[in-house]
Each structure stands twice: as structure tokens, then as C-alpha cells.
């Protein structure tokens, strides 16, 4: 009996070191640093119920008269089959410090980042970043934007053609941004940045302030965003104020919204978008997004001064494993009979009508 006693003894003394090594290596193994690759790569078919489906070149036309294809937003605007692009984004995250890598290919990966040399005009973000602690977080390098709704990836989005609001925002900032977390509800971020979509450098020597105060809970978030800057050599700067937010209000129905106003001396825009979802199975969603947007009296970036654009999106969303499929039908309405289009006889129209359906992968 003693000499059984004796061997289980020796046996639990022998245990206690292999047991701390073994929880050793178990916390090295959770502590270790993180490799991430991640993406998505799309393609899509568009068409125009009412308007031109050709280049007007084709026909004779001045392609410089006429937006006639497609609305003055970013992404998705090419006819027939056509392809988004591939992203790629690289991550390595440790306890303290961290990058990441995020690399475009294709027509929307360009758009993306229409500012940018020819020699590096495939990053879409690169930064590495510094956590102090819980509650601060220094990053540098090239990040998206943190105003507005919606995102460069198509993946990120309900609907697959974006806003005009978010196509004339902009798209990235270069510089230095602190992230700070007060408690488990509410964030803040303050930044210093090179003009807005200048990625590389600074080409004028000026630099943009950007600030956001944040609110999250299991429901959903609301962000208040900040944009102050010079962006040219002109003394006239940018400001910008924008309201994203968000929310679940039943386990099938979630509703978004996003409302922003940006001025440089008179010239500018503002506009509001809601974003209602309804979720019909594990697998399928319709969402629609009703966007009002218009040019300032002084000066107009779009279609021209004091014009206002009315655009209802519809998408559905069916997704299966990595793979989602989107079709979407876009009304848009230029106020004034403003002849932002070309209809299939060629002459000019206030009104579009379009339809895509895309096909997204995400990894």
C-alpha cells in the first residue's frame, strides 16, 4: 500500500514540472503574433433600362458632354460584364504592435486611389500602428477614410454601387491618428493628415485635422466625424462634418443612416441616405438605400451649382460559404431636367434606370 502511495506521489511530483512547461508553451502559443491574409475579389454585368449602353465614341458623340453611361458615383459603372477588382490585405497583429498591407487590383482598386503615383497606385492602406494600453492606440501610415457609411470594398457594403455622398467624400488619409477608448461604449480619434487621397507625401506642404467621437453597444454605434483642412495650394480650406450610425432594431430588421455637409469656400455638397435591411433567411436580405444629395448655390463638384440627385438602390443579398450574389436596380433623378444622361436615342435626360447583379468572394 505504502509502495503504491510512493509511485502516485512520484508520478504527481514528475506532472507539476511537465504541466508548467506544457501551460508554458499553451501561453506562448495564445501570446504568439497573429498572420493574417484576407480579401475579396469581384466581378459584375450592368445594364441601362433607358440610357446608353455603348461608349460615345461609337456614335459619334463627345464623351466630355455627358455623364450618359452611369451615375457620378465611384464603382460599378462600367456596361455589361465587367470586373471590380482583387484585394488583398495582409495583417499582423501582436499584444502591442502591429501592420497592415492592404493591395488593389482592377478598375474599382484604381478609382480607389485615383491620387496615387502609377508605381504605387495598387495600395489601397498601409500603416502600422502602437498600442499603449486598453485605451490608446497610435497608428501611421495610409488608412480609408472614417467618414461616411459606406467603404471601398465591395464586401463591406450591402449595396454593390456606392453613394454619391461617399464617391465625392474622401476615399483615404496619410498621416498620424490616435484612437482612444474612454469605456466599453464610447471612442474617440484625433489625426493629423496630408490633403485628403494624397498617399504617398504631402505635394503642398499643408495638412488636414480630422476628429471622431464614437458610441457603440450590442445594438449598433453612431460616429460624429470631423474633416478641417486645406487640400490645394489656395488658403481655402475644407470642412466637413458627417453623422454615420446604425442599428439593429429587431433581429431581422437593422436600419442605417448617414448624413454629412462639406464646404471649401462655397463650393461643396450635403446630402442625407438611409440604409433599412431586412433579413428573409439565414441566406437571403433585401436592402435599400434612398439618397438625397445636393450641390451647394456657390459651386457644384457633380452635375453643377444648387443641383440636387434623388438615387433609390435595391439590392438583394444571397450568400453562401464565401460567396455572395447582389442584384441591384438604381433609379436616378437629376433635379431641373438637368441633362446628366443620354437615353438610347441620344438625347439628353434627368433620369436613369439601371440594373447590375454581382458576384462577390470574400476570403
Partial sequence: MKAITKSKLLKFIFLIPMAIYTSHLVAQEEEKPKFTINGSVDAYFRTNFNGLNKSLELVGGDPAEFTPAAPATSFANDPGFAFG?????????????????????????????????????????LYVYY?????????????????????????GNFNYSTSYMFSYGPFSHTGLKADFSFDDHWTGMLAVMNPTDYTEFNPIGKYSFGGQLGYSNDSGSAYLNLLYGEQSLSDNALFQIDLTTGWNLTEAFYLGLNTTYQDTDGTGFY????????????????????????????????????????????????STGGLTIKPEFRIDSVSDDYPAFLNKDL?????????LVAAIYAF
Avoid: C, H
Avoid at 452635375?303 to 438615387?311: F, I, K, L, Q
Avoid at 438625347?347 to 440594373?355: E, G, W
Fill in 85 to 125: 477588382m482583387a484585394n488583398v490585405i495582409l495583417g499582423y497583429e501582436g499584444d502591442k504592435v502591429g501592420f497592415v498591407a492592404d493591395l488593389v487590383f482592377g478598375p474599382r482598386g484604381e478609382d480607389a486611389v485615383f491620387l496615387s503615383q502609377p508605381s504605387t497606385n495598387i495600395v489601397n492602406q
Fill in 131 to 155: 498600442k499603449v494600453n486598453d485605451a490608446l492606440k497610435f497608428t501611421l501610415g495610409n488608412w480609408n477614410t472614417f467618414l461616411g457609411y459606406e467603404v471601398i470594398s465591395p464586401a
Fill in 271 to 318: 446630402g442625407v441616405a438611409l440604409y433599412p435591411q431586412v433579413s428573409l433567411s439565414d441566406s437571403f436580405a433585401l436592402g435599400m438605400r434612398g439618397e438625397y444629395f445636393k450641390e451647394l448655390k456657390d459651386g457644384g463638384v457633380v452635375y453643377g451649382a444648387d443641383t440636387s440627385v434623388t438615387a433609390i438602390t435595391l439590392t438583394g443579398s444571397y
Fill in 347 to 355: 438625347n439628353p435626360t434627368s433620369d436613369l434606370a439601371s440594373f
